[in-house]
Structures are given as C-alpha cells and as structure tokens.
C-alpha cells in the first residue's frame, strides 16, 4: 500500500533531525556527504531516485536552467505551499541550500 506524501514528510522529518545544520563558513567533506545522501534518499523519494521526476518534478540541470541558484535555495528551504515538497529550513542552513542549489544546476550529483 503507498504511502501519503504527509507520511513520507514525517518519515524525512525524522531522519533529517539527527543529522543537524553545519555551522561553519565552508561546508566539511563529511557534511557534503551528508547532504547529497540526503538529496539521493530523501529528495529522491519524491523527485525520483534519479532525480529525473516523480512524485516531485525532474532535478537535472537542463530542468532547472531557467532558475537562478537563489531561487533554487528558496524552494529547497521554504518548500511549495499547496504541494508535497516541505520546507527544510528547519534542517538546513542557506550555505547548505546554496551548495545542493549548485550541485543540482550543474548535474554534479554523484
């Protein structure tokens, strides 16, 4: 049985929790880790495990051209009122969108 959108949120809610928002200037090799395993399991939960749609539309860079990294940054931190996609604000800081924003527009998502 599929599970709701509501419910998949809470599940990444959970999971993101522990792992806590990066502080400093630059972001560590090990944080850097950290978010793209978040990008591929839990963005790809709902953007495909490719991140080529589903759920969530298509993340590859000939998609997203169009948008600027900061308005990138703003939907990952703020989310999409009246859709799934949840704000991760509480997860994340604007460094860390700014960098997912990046790696995403330039298709650097290994």
Sequence with gaps: MP????FLHLVVV??????GVASSA????ERQRELIH????DCGACHGMRLKGGLGPALVPERLRSFSTEQLAATILN???GTPMPPWSPFLSQQEANWLAERLKQGDVP
Excluded: E, M
Excluded at 3 to 6: A, F, Q
Excluded at 26 to 29: D, K, R, S
């Design 14 to 19: 959970v999971l993101v929790a522990g792992w």
């Design 79 to 81: 989310g999409r009122p």
């Design 3 to 6: 599970k709701s959108p509501l």
């Design 38 to 41: 978040l990008l591929r399991q």
């Design 26 to 29: 630059t972001l560590t090799p």
